[in-house]
């Protein structure tokens, strides 16, 4: 098992690589491609894929959650949302946003796992940091980014409803979100919040 | 022409089939009802459960629940108005034909002792319109007395008044899954002098309690409130549907004018429902962001034991206070069960009247 200060400082490595979308480059990915026959496939069949600094950062994670280490997985959460924090820019808001949220999404799924003894306390961590984020976003004006954001909180608050965990502080925080966003003049992004926090307990 | 020896007997025989028939609807009727009262029971059984498990999110639970026991509960209106039909028209027949036999067996001359014949008549008739009674009793469930002692209202499972009282549920975790919080709103966002709008606001709502509320910017209360709270959700406008349970309610408390705005603010609010002793003791931290005070973190929920009340005819009584908070002493001869909201726009130093009471006339609303 590697100290806090190694597991702390692999994953900040591996965040400090430039962020690049994992739809960039060249590696030929069949699900994103519409027709073979306009490819040249003898050329790209060899391209390894682009390195992925952020799925590599998710699967350390996991692999803390595996060992049942709740402070190291705490500290990997942290870094991830410090990292999407820092890369994030107005260029590619929403790629970015996709990218971090979606990863953040596999951390929480897997932390849902029967035999994962920490779910309550994960998801009250992240509930923390989903606040703080997302104000974050919206301060700065990343409206999109923190639309897309929201999105995938919904999604995580939706199936934590189901499963019976809190979701007071998720749909508290939504309501704030509401109406700075409001008062910001986004009124798109206040619906869409108070659209998500009406339909966290729907199922 | 008819035997007119005969002839009774035939209307006597169809008075019999008239009644069998009449019987079996009875029958029928409680064969429904009983099925409706056992799966009642099993739901409200399963929501009474729910009740006793404080750290789990339940509020879709329970909201689903008691949608599901409102769907069970009433009867729909159509079959509801073919048996009451039938049973009229049945019960109108026989009191008839019974009249008609009377009529066949009359023979003049006029005695007044023959009224004496007619009794059985009026009683018969008295009873089967008891009998109609009691059906229909059984049929609309929702605003007779037959069932409701076995079977309440499902407006009855959001009040927590009922839930402490009848049935031994812990307040504080049904309590928990209403999400009770505080939200400061500016009344008019241009408007730097603009008053304060307070609203609680219920992720599930529950009801029928006393609330006594006090906002304070560090020790120096700002802000009184208390009343009952009580809705009354009338039938949705565009589907019909009764709603016995409301998500995502907002309460209006009441208005407060502050000159400063601090960064921060508390509150504490007690929560006194019939059934209990104690009352539940919320205290809530809230800040600052723009226009507007939320809380900064989930409210502390204890029991507060230094403060002892019973109730008597719908009044508060507070038999033991030992409690810091203010203004208990001074307003408990006002915490009436009425269904109203008083407040206190502004607490001058140390002055406080009942003059400068105000009610909150504003309704609830969904947001």
Redesign the interface.
Known sequence: MISLIDFASTIRELFSQPFCSPLEGNYLDLAQVTDLNKIDLEKKIHILPEPNPIAEATFLIIQSMKECHLTQTKIGVNELLKAYLNVINKDHEKECSEVFSDYLFEIYLYSLQKNYPYTDLLWNYLSNCFHVVSQYLLESGYVRGCEIFLQQIAAMGKT???K??????I??FL??LE??AG?LGYSDLAAAA?NH??NL??? | MFNNNLYPFIVTSMVGGLLTLLGSVGIFISIIIQRKVERLQAILEEFIDLSYQSD?????KM?NLIEKYQMHYILPDNPRQIIMGYMNITIGMVITLWLGLYVLGYQSPFHWLSIIYLLPLIALGLIMLWFRRLLQYLIDIDDTPLLGSIIPAPKRLRSISYLSSFINVSVKSVLKQA?L?L?F?KCD?KKIESPWMIIL?E?LSFDDFFYFLVCFYERTPLFLSFGEIVFDFPCDGITGKPSPIK??LNIPLGEMQVKNESEELTANMLIFTKGEKYPINYQYTLKK????Y??S??PEVSIDHQITYCLEKNKITIVKNESSLPFIKEFSSLFKLNGTRLYLPKITEGKISEENLKTSHESVFV?
């Open positions: 934590a409803a189901q019976g965990l809190h979701t007071s502080s749909q508290h309501h704030t109406l700075r008062e108070k926090r009406f307990e729907i199922f | 789990l999110n339940l509020s879709g909201f999400r919080s939200h709103k966002i606001k992720e998500k995502n962001g723009g226009a507007y939320a809380p973190e989930n947001d």
